[in-house]
């Protein structure tokens, strides 16, 4: 049973910075590709940022620049360093592998004021 439970969120200024944490149980972390996911109120879940098991990333033209994906298969860890962080940032974000998904976290709540 894959177990996802994300952490590091908060509410932080417009230009701010917040790191986030995901750590991943009940598999082999380091063979599965990872993303960061987003859902903004009434929106859907949109995928932000990913990295594969050996630690190539890529990401959405609205988080390039500012978020940066990086993983830590020892820990069964994925980050997300998000800087410069923007109003409409403001989301649940989760992490999960790359489709096919698993089961989703509860997520941590990012909220960035104006």
């Known amino acids: 049973q894959v177990q996802l439970v994300e952490s590091g969120g908060g509410l932080v200024q417009s230009g701010g910075s917040l790191r986030l944490s995901c750590v991943a149980s009940?598999?082999?972390?380091?063979?599965?590709?990872m993303g960061w996911y987003r859902q903004a109120p009434g929106k859907q879940r949109e995928l932000v940022a990913t990295?594969?098991?050996?630690?190539?990333?890529d990401y959405t033209d609205s988080a390039k620049g500012r978020f940066t994906i990086s993983r830590d298969n020892a820990k069964s860890t994925v980050y997300l360093q998000m800087n410069s962080l923007k109003p409409e940032d403001t989301a649940v974000y989760y992490c999960?592998?790359?489709?096919?998904?698993?089961?989703w976290g509860q997520g941590t709540q990012v909220t960035v004021s104006s």
């Open positions: 990295i594969t098991g050996r630690g190539t990333t």
């Open positions: 009940g598999i082999i972390f380091g063979i599965y590709n």
């Open positions: 999960n592998r790359v489709v096919p998904t698993w089961t």
